[in-house]
């Protein structure tokens, strides 16, 4: 059903699926460290196709609102976690350049990468993701501390590189990182949101870059950036980000790593579907 023909009631609907994405996106923020795509673009997906938005451009736009909405959201964290004292600076100012560099390669690459392609990326890496999150254990390790250059260096590209693919803030493969290398969970999670910062803002550059003057793109977007679904979302998001770094001191870790492990598995599996 075009965008134009909908009703009141349709309208209301797609914007409380926004509104709550808004919501979840917010508290994972602040909970993992993560900038709350791995909900953002599933959800703007169903919703853009909803809107009829063309297939060609319908999973760029989402990936690409996804990172625009993460800049914010992942400066409220940064500074929350950054005021406890729990952000590895060190950690942090090594990524400076690895990681925008892995998100400008990403930017080059979704370019030319079709839909279906941007869709399969984000369907392995949630199932991987999803995999890790509930099988996980604090007792595996590879080191007692992290790695130096180049290991550190190629990891932060990595990062970079498939977090821009997939809309996401990078929390979740820098948790993965730092906590395999003996590093609270905490202090993942708190670095993680800068980590977020430094592939947010190049990748939101990037996909304005990489979609410019596209004929196909829906109504209110630069590039690949469709900023009424950045307006709906960011005021939201930024009131509950300092709740989930709230809820990231004193809730058990191991419940919500199951809780979004089963979420990933179900994104995962509803992007096969839309790939069969």
């Given at each position: 059903?075009?965008?134009?023909?909908?009703?009141?009631g349709e309208?209301?609907?797609?914007?409380?699926?926004?509104?709550?994405?808004?919501?979840?996106?917010?508290?994972?923020?602040?909970?993992?460290?993560?900038?709350?795509?791995?909900?953002?673009?599933?959800v703007?997906?169903?919703?853009?196709?909803?809107?009829?938005?063309?297939?060609?451009?319908?999973?760029?736009?989402?990936v690409?609102?996804?990172?625009?909405?993460?800049?914010p959201?992942?400066?409220?964290?940064?500074?929350?976690?950054?005021?406890?004292?729990?952000?590895?600076?060190?950690l942090?100012k090594?990524?400076?350049?690895p990681v925008?560099?892995?998100?400008?390669?990403?930017?080059l690459?979704?370019?030319?990468?079709?839909?279906?392609?941007?869709?399969?990326?984000f369907?392995?890496?949630?199932?991987?993701?999803g995999?890790?999150?509930?099988f996980?254990?604090?007792?595996?390790?590879?080191?007692?501390?992290?790695?130096?250059?180049?290991?550190?260096?190629l990891?932060?590209?990595?990062?970079?590189f498939?977090?821009t693919?997939?809309?996401?803030?990078?929390?979740?493969?820098?948790?993965?990182?730092?906590?395999?290398?003996?590093?609270?969970i905490?202090?993942?999670?708190?670095?993680?949101?800068?980590?977020?910062?430094?592939?947010?803002?190049?990748?939101?550059?990037?996909y304005?870059?990489?979609?410019?003057?596209?004929?196909d793109?829906?109504?209110?977007?630069?590039?690949?950036?469709n900023?009424?679904?950045?307006?709906?979302?960011?005021p939201i998001a930024?009131?509950?980000?300092?709740?989930?770094?709230q809820?990231?001191?004193?809730?058990?870790?191991?419940?919500?790593?199951i809780g979004?492990?089963?979420?990933?598995?179900?994104?995962?599996?509803?992007?096969f579907?839309?790939?069969?």
């Amino acid at each position: 059903m075009p965008a134009l023909d909908m009703g009141w009631g349709e309208i209301a609907g797609f914007a409380a699926a926004i509104a709550a994405a808004g919501v979840v996106s917010g508290l994972l923020a602040g909970l993992f460290g993560i900038g709350g795509g791995a909900v953002l673009v599933p959800v703007f997906y169903q919703v853009f196709g909803l809107l009829e938005v063309d297939e060609s451009v319908r999973m760029h736009v989402s990936v690409g609102s996804s990172l625009a909405i993460i800049v914010p959201t992942a400066v409220r964290s940064f500074m929350a976690h950054k005021a406890r004292g729990a952000v590895d600076m060190d950690l942090l100012k090594s990524f400076l350049i690895p990681v925008p560099v892995g998100v400008v390669l990403a930017s080059l690459a979704a370019a030319s990468i079709s839909s279906e392609g941007l869709r399969m990326i984000f369907a392995v890496l949630a199932l991987l993701f999803g995999i890790r999150l509930l099988f996980n254990r604090e007792s595996w390790r590879l080191g007692a501390k992290l790695p130096g250059n180049p290991w550190r260096a190629l990891t932060g590209v990595v990062i970079g590189f498939f977090s821009t693919l997939m809309g996401i803030g990078g929390g979740i493969m820098n948790n993965t990182f730092m906590t395999l290398y003996g590093r609270s969970i905490h202090q993942a999670v708190a670095t993680s949101s800068g980590v977020g910062l430094l592939i947010a803002i190049p990748g939101t550059v990037g996909y304005i870059w990489a979609g410019w003057g596209n004929p196909d793109l829906p109504i209110a977007s630069t590039g690949y950036i469709n900023w009424i679904a950045v307006a709906l979302v960011i005021p939201i998001a930024l009131i509950v980000t300092p709740y989930g770094v709230q809820l990231a001191h004193w809730l058990k870790k191991r419940h919500l790593e199951i809780g979004f492990g089963l979420f990933c598995l179900f994104v995962s599996a509803r992007f096969f579907v839309s790939l069969a």
